[in-house]
């Protein structure tokens, strides 16, 4: 046995009756289309239920899979404390996965409990599910800081391990879209929103999961999706398998995105080449990567040689004899920046120059930004094939008055008060206003951002790709 069959859901506590109290009905579509999911579910007969959610225990660099026999929960939270719910989870299947977690080095297992009741985003869908079907056992699964493909990735051990143990298996997918789709809405509107809705559902309505590894973190933030995740690693579960996939609604109607989409496996104990979407498009980002590595200029060059280098024998490099004269003779602060798979995964740099020229500096920062970053782990070997590499060279930081000097596509911003410093890189992706940027270099220095009395300083960049 394996994966029977998916659906990516929603979970506004206000579609129940008990908490709606009368404002579910003018959301009725999305109510409907959970009962028909629901009953496509109770149809199928799964064994367990997996359920991922963006309210369960969330760490930045590790999936937390909820431990133990049972567990309870009910929406006091929203003022019906009595509909509860009382859920046996599949043990086997949790440890199995925690096991493989292990044995693959994959950041996920059973650590870090902090709260053992269900949450709202596990509970909703099962309120449902629980109308037509209960024989079934649970695995709950909270999301990550980790990058979209590792999110997949987990949806991948997910369907080893139902064929592994033989469990015939069903995936939610719970999470709600845009919370940016009206301007009257709680969260107000942006025009990200309407735009992640359209495209989301188009993505998952043709269950062309490759593109979901498309959609640009900063794209995605500005929206205030909530569900992306969840979706990764429910399409990961479905990796390689032929499904049939039904569209059934959207609705915007509070100013939040609520989508419902249902995939029934069609298991002919097929593996299907075209539908190994991460496969694909780690092949496609490889071939991009590959050109890009054949094209870059010879700053990148140095810190990616400097990078891999170290990594992979803790040996740091001399400066090769031929750079051009500038990186042996000038002098400046620079930062070397490395992304993998769409997210940031290191970046150190100096203000000011350190070193005795700007080859050496880039050796030292390349060096640390692979393996000194705080907010990191440190690079692994078999990470390098997958980095991609920026450095940028700081021309000498000057005073302003005020930040109608600023520009944030032309000029990186320095804020200083006593010992306190932040440095923010010009041009970079979600940063759109002088206030944004100003407000995370406050934050990078550990000020708050309605600080009075910092001093400003400006500079522009190189930027080496």
Same mark, same amino acid.
């Given at each position: @046995? ?16 008990e908490?709606g109290r009368?404002e ?7 109510? !409907?289309?959970?009962e ?6 109770a ?6 239920i /997996? ?27 929203f003022?019906?404390?009595?509909v509860s719910f009382?859920v =046996?989870y599949?043990s086997?299947?949790?440890?199995a996965l925690?096991?493989k977690?292990v044995?693959d ?9 902090k ?9 909703i869908?099962l309120?449902y599910i629980?109308?037509y079907y209960?024989?079934?056992k ?6 990550s ?12 051990? /997910? ?8 469990r ?17 809405g709680?969260? %107000?509107f942006?025009p ?8 989301? @559902? =188009?993505?998952?309505g ?10 640009? #973190?900063?794209f995605?933030? !500005?929206a205030? #999706?909530?569900?992306? *995740?969840?979706?990764c ?5 479905l990796?390689g398998?032929?499904v ?9 109607t ?9 995939y029934?496996?069609?298991?002919? %104990?097929n593996?299907y ?6 496969y694909k498009?780690?092949?496609k @980002?490889?071939? @991009?990567?590959?050109e ?5 200029d ?8 400097t ?6 024998? *803790? ?5 090769p004899?031929?750079v051009?004269?500038?990186m042996?003779?000038d *002098?400046? %602060?620079?930062f ?6 769409g997210?940031?995964r ?9 070193y005795?020229?700007?080859g #050496?500096?880039?050796?030292e920062n ?7 970053d ?11 094939g997958?980095l991609?590499i ?14 109608d000097e600023?520009d944030?596509k *032309?000029?990186g911003v320095?804020?200083?008060? %006593? ?17 944004e940027q ?13 600080e009075?009395?910092y001093k400003?300083?400006?500079f522009?960049v190189?930027?080496?790709?």
């Amino acid at each position: @046995m394996s994966i029977a069959g998916a659906m990516m859901v929603p979970h506004p506590p206000i579609m129940l009756p008990e908490v709606g109290r009368g404002e579910e009905k003018k959301i009725e579509a999305t109510t !409907k289309s959970y009962e028909k999911a629901a009953k496509l579910l109770a149809g199928l007969k799964p064994e367990t239920i /997996i359920i991922s959610s963006p309210h369960s225990v969330m760490y930045s660099d590790y999936f937390h899979v909820s431990p133990g026999r049972a567990a309870r929960g009910d929406m006091g939270g929203f003022r019906a404390p009595q509909v509860s719910f009382n859920v =046996d989870y599949d043990s086997e299947f949790i440890n199995a996965l925690a096991r493989k977690a292990v044995k693959d080095d994959f950041p996920a297992g059973v650590l870090g409990e902090k709260d053992a009741s269900l949450d709202h985003g596990t509970m909703i869908p099962l309120y449902y599910i629980n109308k037509y079907y209960t024989d079934y056992k649970l695995v709950r699964i909270g999301l990550s800081g980790l990058t979209l493909p590792d999110h997949y990735r987990l949806g991948q051990m /997910i369907q080893f391990i139902s064929n592994e143990i033989d469990r015939r298996v069903f995936f939610v997918g719970s999470g709600d879209l845009s919370h940016k789709l009206l301007a009257e809405g709680p969260y %107000g509107f942006a025009p990200e929103g309407p735009k992640y809705d359209e495209r989301i @559902m =188009d993505v998952m309505g043709r269950a062309a999961f490759d593109e979901l590894f498309d959609f640009d #973190e900063s794209f995605c933030d !500005k929206a205030a #999706e909530c569900g992306h *995740r969840s979706f990764c690693i429910m399409a990961g579960a479905l990796d390689g398998l032929d499904v049939k996939v039904e569209k059934l609604s959207h609705e915007g109607t509070f100013g939040v995105g609520y989508g419902v989409c249902t995939y029934v496996v069609n298991n002919d %104990g097929n593996v299907y080449e075209d539908r190994q979407f991460l496969y694909k498009w780690e092949r496609k @980002m490889g071939r @991009m990567l590959d050109e890009r590595r054949a094209n870059e200029d010879p700053y990148v060059k140095l810190a990616r040689e400097t990078i891999e280098s170290y990594i992979r024998d *803790r040996k740091k490099p001399a400066l090769p004899a031929d750079v051009p004269p500038e990186m042996k003779s000038d *002098r400046a %602060g620079t930062f070397v920046s490395i992304h993998k798979e769409g997210r940031l995964r290191g970046c150190i740099g100096t203000i000011s120059p350190v070193y005795g020229c700007i080859g #050496e500096e880039i050796i030292e920062n390349a060096i640390s930004a692979s393996t000194r970053d705080p907010r990191f782990n440190p690079i692994k070997a078999d990470e390098l094939g997958s980095l991609e590499i920026n450095v940028d060279v700081l021309s000498p930081a000057e005073d302003i008055s005020s930040k109608d000097e600023l520009d944030v596509k *032309r000029y990186g911003v320095i804020v200083t008060k %006593g010992y306190n410093r932040g440095l923010l890189l010009p041009n970079l992706d979600g940063v759109d206003t002088i206030d944004e940027q100003v407000a995370i270099a406050l934050r990078k220095a550990g000020l708050s951002e309605n600080e009075k009395g910092y001093k400003l300083q400006r500079f522009e960049v190189v930027r080496h790709i």
